[in-house]
């Protein structure tokens, strides 16, 4: 089990630096679920060493002989450096309980992508593309080169779009070549979309400090990084808790 944020005071800290051994909690539960049954951990001896290893490998351990929460990965989805696991990642919460976590309703609003669309062809987006041949010529995106791959209904209004470029297109000059990154776009009321991100995927929405405004974590990965987001309601720049491999 790997903590990954604190809510302190009025405001959330990432945890990638950790705490004192003695101050993790030793009972969690899963947010999804009002009967889950408390899940007991235990840290490790001793930190990781060397300390900028911590945030890759640091992880509490759940007391042997308890029944825990798993969930099938079968869209292979948190895939980073690494292969995607065969079980997707469960939120857990320590010290609140009957924390419901949000289902995600995943349907796309009729005209997000046209939205989006005509968001990513201003040169403000900064999207440089080429043919994905040998040729590799320069090429206009076009509405038919993007496709859904997650939309996520948000409390209270708006949507979260992910959006992903066909692989005939690359990032023109590109060094490593393939598929362009997903973009995800926030949309609400008639403003343009917003981008607050590439290459993640949610995990989970919950009003996880009872304020009565909900917390959204993603999974990201990058060049030689992966790790998890927190965003507020507001999608400002987010809490990172990431780590590297080399």
Request: glycine share 8%; charged share 25%; hydrophobic share 40%.
């Amino acid at each position: 089990m790997r903590p990954l944020f604190v809510k302190q005071g009025k405001a959330w800290k990432s945890l990638q630096d950790g705490l004192a051994l003695e101050d993790y909690p030793s009972h969690w539960r899963a947010i999804d679920t009002a009967d889950a049954q408390s899940i007991e951990v235990q840290p490790p001896a001793t930190k990781p060493q060397p300390e900028w290893t911590f945030a890759r490998d640091f992880v509490l351990q759940p007391v042997p002989g308890q029944a825990l929460p798993e969930q099938a990965n079968t869209d292979r989805h948190f895939a980073g450096w690494c292969d995607a696991p065969t079980l997707a990642p469960v939120m857990l919460l320590a010290g609140a309980d009957n924390v419901i976590a949000r289902p995600a309703e995943r349907v796309a609003a009729p005209d997000a992508l046209d939205r989006v669309f005509r968001r990513m062809r201003r040169p403000e987006a900064g999207l440089k593309l080429c043919a994905g041949d040998a040729a590799g010529r320069p090429a206009e995106l076009l509405i038919e080169h993007l496709r859904f791959a997650e939309a996520l209904v948000l409390p209270g209004g708006g949507q979260l779009v992910a959006v992903k470029i066909s692989p005939a297109l690359v990032q023109c000059e590109s060094e490593l070549g393939g598929p362009l990154p997903t973009h995800w776009y926030l949309l609400k009321d008639q403003s343009a979309p917003r981008l607050i991100g590439k290459e993640m995927t949610h995990l989970g929405s919950a009003d996880l400090d009872a304020d009565g405004r909900y917390e959204h974590v993603f999974w990201f990965t990058g060049d030689n990084q992966d790790g998890y987001l927190l965003f507020d309601d507001n999608f400002g720049a987010p809490l990172r808790f990431e780590w590297s491999y080399h």
